[in-house]
């Protein structure tokens, strides 16, 4: 499966952004799929994963309340994204794994897509 992830762009605290990530090849359907986010000089991090068929998500703690996970065609998949602070800023990257282990540990995931910058301004 391919992944390309898009909607970054630069937000003011307080407000909402929009992530996608398109996949070809494969479908979700066929794969658990997850986001991470990378920020500057840090390890990359599991931000929110989505089970097969969407059944199932799953969050960070960091994000709960605030970010959403979601697909609709099984070949988009989305991260909304409110009250966006400033610690939010990073590089997001869009995943996809044979289970969950394989979509929330970055060195477990088998396949990525390249990152969309989130910027979000104090």
């Known amino acids: 499966v391919q992944l390309q992830a898009s909607g970054g762009g630069l937000v003011q605290a307080g407000g909402f952004l929009r992530l996608s990530c398109a996949a070809s090849?494969?479908?979700?359907?066929?794969?658990?799929m997850g986001w991470f986010r990378q920020a500057s000089g840090k390890e990359r991090e599991f931000v929110a994963a989505?089970?097969?068929?969407?059944?199932?998500t799953y969050y960070a703690d960091f994000v709960k309340g605030r970010f959403t996970i979601s697909t609709d065609n099984a070949k988009n998949m989305y991260l909304q994204m409110n009250s966006l602070k400033p610690e939010d800023t990073a590089v997001y990257y869009c995943?996809?794994?044979?289970?969950?282990?394989?979509?929330?540990?970055?060195?477990?995931?088998?396949?990525w897509g390249q990152g969309t910058q989130l910027t979000v301004s104090s």
């Open positions: 995943a996809a794994g044979s289970s969950y282990v394989g979509v929330s540990i970055a060195s477990n995931v088998g396949y």
């Open positions: 090849g494969r479908t979700f359907s066929s794969y658990y």
């Open positions: 989505i089970s097969r068929y969407g059944g199932t």
